[in-house]
Each structure stands twice: as C-alpha cells, then as structure tokens.
C-alpha cells in the first residue's frame, strides 16, 4: 500500500488594505456634517446678541440685533464657514469651492470662525477687567464657534492610518486637484473683476483697521487663504490669470487706483503710498536677487541716490543747488540717471565676485553711502548733502499745473496730498511692472535665470555672464532710483539714517531683502505683499513695532521651513523645493540607469 505525503500549502499573506479614511473625533459622516453647517450658522447668528455691557470696548458690542467691530469678522467667517459647509453637502452651484472634494477647507474656516470668537472673548476680559464683563451672547458664541471645530475634525481624510497623519491631512493641501472645466472668456474676466473688486474691499477694510480690530481681521484672512489654498482655488485662479494676463494686470491696476476713493482719511493713503514705494524698489530688487541670483545687502543705497538727487534739484532753500528746481519729469530722469551710473560704477568691479564675497561688497557700499551723505556737511567732508540734517523742506510736485500738495475734488471724492502722491507712485508702479515683465520674458531676462541656475554651465553655452550681470544691477538700481525721487518728495526731507542694511524702520535692505523673500523671488506681486505685510504689520500692531527685527527673523525662519519658495511661488522655484508629482518633468537617469538625484527630489 502506497502511503501519499501531503504537502503542506503556506497559507497566502493577504493583500494590504488601503488606508481607511478617519477623522481625528470619531463621529459619524452625518452627525460632522450636521454639527458643520449647524455651528457655522450659530456662530453667524451668536453675532447678533451683546457680548459685554459696556461700550468701552472697540466696535460696541452692546446692541442687540446689529453687530459691530469684532463681530462682523465673526460673522463674515461664520457664513464663510457655511458656505463651504453646503459645498460639502453637493449643493448645486457650491460645488466650484471644493474641486478636489477634500476636507481641509473645511477644517481652516471653522477654526477661523474660532480663532476670531475666541480672539474676541478673551479681549474683552483682558480689557475690561475680568469675564464679569460677558454677556449670555458671549458664552453663546463661544459655545457655537467650538461646534464647527468637532465637527470638522471628525470628517474623514484621505489615505489617514493614525491621528497624526489625520491631523497632518487636515491643514493640507489635496494632492490632485481636477482641471477646471472651459469656459466662456467673458466667464474668466468676469470672475477676475470680481476677484479685483474683493482685494480692493478687504484691503480697504484692513488699512482701515486698529488695534483689536486688526488681529481678528489677520486671523479671518489669513485661514480663509489658507482654506482656498488646499481647496486648489488659489491655482485655479493663477491657471485664469495666466490665460487673461493683460486683462488681469489691468483690473488690478484698477482696484489700485480706486483705493484712495475708499477712504477718508489721508493718514491711510500714506500707508499706501509708502507701501508702493517700498514694493517698487522691492520689485527691483527682485531683478538683481530673484531672477539674477545676486545677493544685494546695500540695495536701499540706491534707492537713497535717486532721494538726494531730487531732493538737490528740488528747488529746497537747504539745498546745495537751491537755485535749481527742475520739473518733475527732469527730477524723475535725473534721479533715475544718477542711480544707474552708481549701480554701473559698483557693479563693473565688484560683478565678478560670487556668492558671500558679492554680498559683503554690496554691504559695504550700502554703508560707504551712508557715512558719505552723513559726513558731506562741510566740515567733514564737501558740502553737498547737509550732514545729518538732511535736505529739508522739499516742495511738492506740481504736474501740469496739478499741485500734488493741495486737495482735489475728483467725481464728488475729495483727494488729499498723500492720495495725489499715491495716485503717482500707481502710474510709477505701471511703468516698473512693465519693465520688468518685458525684460523677464525677453533673452535678456532668460540669460538672468540661467545665470541663477548655473553660471559656469550658462557661461559654457555662450552667455557673458559679467555683462548680464551688470544689466541686472544697473537696471534694478535704476527703477530704485526713480521711486527714490516720489519718496524725496512724499516725506518733505531726505536724511542719512534710513539708508541702512536693518533698522527698525523701513526703508532699509533687509526689509527690501524680507520683502522679496517672503512674497516671492521671481514674481510681480510677490514683493508687492511682502512690502505691504511688511511694512503693515509692525505699523498696526503696536507690540512690534520696537521688536521689527525679531518679528522678521521668525517670519522667515517660519517661511524657509514651511514654504521656501514664498506666499506666491514662481512656478520654477515651487517645483526646486518640493516633490509635486507633475506629469511634465521628465525622470533623469545616469549612464547605469540608476535614478539620478535630481534638483526637485533631492
């Protein structure tokens, strides 16, 4: 009899599940959703009960059945919060604000609607002494602006095996975002009128913000864009400018120009006008640093060259030559004129240095300008600049007849000296943008990025990297050099002080330097927001304003670890610092065919 040997069979190892979505609370889908819209409309509705008793406090929070200051923010993030609520419901025309179906939007505009509720609440017992200032609306707010918060947490996320990578998920952007569908163009300019219209509102609206006011202004805006970003709209959106470019520069020129036709007080329209002279020069910069390459440290000397030339030539009692005042356009050309041989004169034997050797030059001329201007006063040195006093009492431009210094009345708006100068530096920043798009695009502008790239490969491929070099720099000094003639005469004086690598107010390098790094190197806009953050931020929020420097040193430690490439990211510089998983960049490999390590996956 044969005896048959089994064999044992190895039990199959089963195939991996993919990860289960989870939450960070473990609620059920409906009761989140639930929770969602019902707490973003209690916290919308919460604004129309008092919070205190007293008027003391900014925006009068007493009345019933009208809300003020504080709560308006809270009802504007509350029906934000809403509205993305039935976009997650798949309500019919919503659904534009989620294309990617995640659930991080949903999660930053609850915990906006929180921050500001919170906000709020707690200033009120710091202010006014104590939580016996509350009213039932307050706890009722407090209450319906947590509800959103559960609620959104306890939505699933994508591909989530533990708390962490849900927690991780839920801030972050969603990794494939659908193609939007065509549409008609008048659809696209229509949309980015709107989109114009919006900035100008909530750029009005911030300007005009204090104290109190402005921190629950920068917690609504800032996790609201931050909501937009992960849901993929704020790529939709540069996706439609980037089909509508002209059209897009235009109506953003527009908004610009209707700005000082939204306020009624000057003093805001000086924060304007200093905000586009700083991201002018800033722009300029971004010539030398952001497509260049250049590490500029005393950039603001040029800016200085063009503010003492017009000052001399203004027709000033203190001026050296107060015999001459030349007009405006003269003014304008000279200044500019005079920036660019300095910029030609520093460049020609200092260009052909690299790196920390170039920078620390720069520095030094930076400084070198500074004492010069200060020591030019007659007795330590020639007498051109008035030493440390300055050239005071510059007059104001007058245009055509225009005076810039007395008030108009334009269709029924009243507009006031800074509004006038404001109105300028917008036709000024026209000018610089155009310039710079037109040198960026041409062969110039791409030998600048080659030479950022690699300056021994562009040089191998033909490219004289010394003379591009030297247009660079000569260029961007000069566009400093023409806003430095508006500024001579928007502060009525020029002194030596401001001109400095870092001070605790600007204009200075290293908040030209921040203002490019944190907007973004290679864009238009991008030093226009860092200037205006920037310049904004220490000037509204009182606490930084002896603590500027420490303020950006965190503000840019925060940025190289969370977004190198800046709040609006040149296309390049995005995919150099991050693993995107884009289609159009095609897999390098060595001689052996083993992977090579390439710029964007290293």
Same mark, same amino acid.
């Given at each position: 009899?044969?005896?048959?040997?089994?064999?044992?069979?190895?039990?199959?190892?089963? %195939?991996?599940?993919?990860?289960?979505?989870?939450?960070?609370?473990?609620?059920?889908?409906?009761?989140?959703? =639930?929770?969602?819209?019902?707490?973003?409309?209690?916290?919308? $509705?919460?604004?129309?009960?008092?919070?205190?008793?007293?008027?003391?406090?900014?925006? !009068?929070?007493?009345?019933?059945?009208?809300?003020?200051?504080?709560?308006?923010?809270?009802?504007?993030?509350?029906?934000?919060?809403?509205?993305?609520?039935?976009?997650?419901?798949?309500?019919?025309?919503?659904?534009?604000?989620?294309?990617?179906?995640?659930?991080?939007?949903?999660?930053?505009? =609850?915990?906006?609607?929180?921050?500001?509720?919170?906000?709020?609440?707690?200033?009120?017992? %710091?202010?006014?002494?104590?939580?016996?200032?509350?009213?039932?609306?307050?706890? *009722?707010?407090?209450?319906?602006?947590?509800?959103?918060?559960?609620?959104?947490?306890?939505?699933?996320? !994508?591909?989530?095996?533990?708390?962490?990578?849900?927690?991780? %998920?839920?801030? %972050?952007?969603? +990794?494939?975002?659908?193609?939007?569908? !065509?549409? =008609?163009?008048?659809?696209?300019?229509?949309?980015?009128?709107?989109?114009?219209?919006?900035?100008?509102?909530?750029?009005?609206?911030?300007?005009?913000?204090?104290?109190?006011?402005?921190?629950?202004?920068?917690?609504?805006?800032?996790?609201?864009?931050?909501?937009?970003?992960?849901?993929?709209?704020?790529?939709?959106?540069?996706?439609?400018?980037?089909?509508?470019?002209?059209?897009?520069?235009?109506?953003?020129?527009?908004?610009?120009?209707?700005?000082?036709?939204?306020?009624?007080?000057?003093?805001?329209?000086?924060?304007?006008?200093?905000?586009?002279?700083?991201?002018?020069?800033?722009?300029?910069?971004?010539?030398?640093?952001?497509?260049?390459?250049?590490?500029?440290?005393?950039?603001?000397?040029?800016?200085?060259?063009?503010?003492?030339?017009?000052?001399?030539?203004?027709?000033? +009692? *203190?001026?050296?030559?107060?015999?001459?005042?030349?007009?405006?356009?003269?003014?304008?050309?000279?200044?500019?004129?005079?920036?660019?041989?300095?910029?030609?004169?520093?460049?020609?034997?200092?260009?052909?240095?690299?790196?920390?050797?170039?920078?620390?030059?720069?520095?030094?001329?930076?400084?070198?300008?500074?004492? #010069?201007?200060?020591?030019?006063?007659?007795?330590?040195?020639?007498?051109?600049?008035?030493?440390?006093?300055?050239?005071?009492?510059?007059?104001?431009?007058?245009?055509?007849?225009?005076?810039?210094?007395?008030?108009?009345?334009?269709?029924?708006?009243?507009?006031?000296?800074?509004?006038?100068?404001?109105?300028?530096?917008?036709?000024?920043?026209?000018?610089?943008?155009?310039?710079?798009?037109?040198?960026?695009?041409?062969?110039?502008?791409?030998?600048?990025?080659?030479?950022?790239? !690699?300056?021994?490969?562009?040089?191998?491929?033909?490219?004289?990297?010394?003379?591009?070099?030297?247009?660079? *720099? $000569?260029?961007?000094?000069?566009?400093?050099?023409?806003?430095?003639?508006?500024?001579?005469?928007?502060?009525?004086?020029?002194?030596?002080?401001?001109?400095?690598? #870092?001070?605790?107010?600007?204009?200075?390098?290293?908040?030209?330097?921040?203002?490019?790094?944190?907007?973004?190197?290679?864009?238009?806009?991008?030093?226009?927001?860092?200037?205006?953050?920037?310049?904004?931020?220490?000037?509204?929020?009182? =606490?930084?304003?002896?603590?500027?420097?420490?303020?950006?040193?965190?503000?840019?430690?925060?940025?190289?670890?969370?977004?190198?490439?800046?709040?609006?990211?040149?296309?390049?510089?995005?995919?150099?610092?991050?693993?995107?998983?884009?289609?159009?960049?095609?897999?390098?490999?060595?001689?052996?065919? +083993?992977?090579?390590?390439?710029?964007?996956?290293?």
């Amino acid at each position: 009899m044969t005896e048959t040997t089994e064999t044992p069979q190895t039990p199959e190892t089963p %195939a991996a599940s993919p990860a289960a979505q989870r939450g960070i609370i473990p609620l059920p889908l409906a009761a989140a959703r =639930a929770l969602l819209l019902g707490g973003g409309i209690l916290t919308a $509705a919460s604004t129309f009960l008092r919070w205190t008793w007293t008027s003391e406090f900014p925006g !009068d929070l007493t009345v019933n059945g009208y809300p003020g200051g504080l709560q308006i923010l809270t009802l504007v993030a509350g029906l934000i919060t809403v509205v993305f609520a039935l976009a997650a419901y798949g309500v019919r025309g919503l659904g534009w604000l989620l294309p990617a179906r995640n659930n991080a939007p949903l999660v930053l505009t =609850a915990l906006g609607g929180f921050g500001v509720t919170w906000y709020t609440i707690i200033a009120i017992a %710091a202010k006014l002494g104590g939580i016996a200032n509350w009213e039932p609306g307050t706890y *009722f707010a407090a209450v319906a602006s947590l509800l959103p918060v559960i609620g959104a947490l306890a939505l699933p996320q !994508d591909a989530t095996d533990t708390t962490k990578e849900a927690l991780k %998920a839920s801030i %972050a952007k969603a +990794e494939r975002i659908p193609a939007p569908q !065509d549409t =008609a163009p008048w659809i696209q300019r229509l949309v980015i009128t709107i989109v114009a219209a919006l900035g100008l509102t909530v750029f009005a609206y911030g300007i005009d913000a204090e104290d109190e006011l402005f921190v629950g202004f920068l917690i609504v805006v800032v996790f609201t864009a931050w909501a937009l970003h992960t849901a993929g709209l704020f790529d939709r959106f540069s996706h439609l400018t980037a089909n509508n470019r002209s059209f897009a520069l235009a109506m953003g020129f527009v908004a610009a120009i209707g700005f000082p036709f939204t306020q009624t007080n000057d003093h805001y329209a000086n924060l304007g006008v200093n905000i586009l002279i700083f991201g002018t020069v800033a722009l300029g910069l971004n010539i030398v640093v952001g497509l260049a390459g250049l590490l500029d440290l005393g950039y603001v000397a040029f800016l200085g060259v063009g503010a003492y030339t017009a000052a001399l030539v203004s027709g000033s +009692e *203190f001026s050296k030559f107060s015999g001459v005042q030349f007009p405006f356009w003269a003014a304008a050309l000279t200044g500019a004129a005079a920036s660019l041989v300095f910029g030609v004169l520093i460049g020609a034997p200092t260009l052909r240095l690299r790196g920390d050797y170039l920078a620390i030059v720069t520095l030094g001329f930076g400084e070198i300008f500074r004492i #010069a201007v200060n020591n030019m006063d007659g007795v330590s040195g020639p007498d051109i600049t008035n030493g440390p006093n300055g050239i005071p009492s510059i007059p104001d431009l007058s245009f055509f007849g225009f005076n810039f210094g007395d008030s108009h009345d334009i269709g029924g708006f009243t507009i006031g000296r800074f509004a006038n100068y404001y109105l300028l530096m917008v036709l000024i920043m026209a000018l610089v943008v155009t310039i710079y798009r037109r040198a960026s695009d041409s062969r110039i502008g791409r030998s600048w990025i080659a030479i950022r790239e !690699d300056e021994t490969a562009a040089t191998a491929m033909g490219i004289n990297g010394f003379r591009v070099k030297l247009i660079a *720099f $000569a260029l961007g000094a000069t566009l400093a050099g023409l806003a430095g003639t508006v500024s001579a005469h928007v502060t009525y004086s020029v002194v030596p002080n401001p001109y400095q690598f #870092a001070g605790a107010a600007p204009p200075n390098s290293a908040f030209l330097l921040a203002a490019v790094v944190l907007g973004g190197m290679g864009t238009v806009s991008g030093p226009f927001l860092g200037a205006a953050l920037l310049y904004l931020l220490p000037e509204k929020l009182v =606490a930084l304003q002896d603590k500027s420097l420490l303020a950006f040193g965190i503000a840019l430690i925060l940025l190289m670890r969370f977004r190198p490439e800046g709040i609006i990211p040149n296309r390049r510089r995005q995919l150099e610092f991050h693993e995107t998983g884009q289609l159009d960049v095609p897999e390098s490999t060595t001689l052996t065919d +083993e992977p090579a390590i390439t710029k964007a996956g290293a």
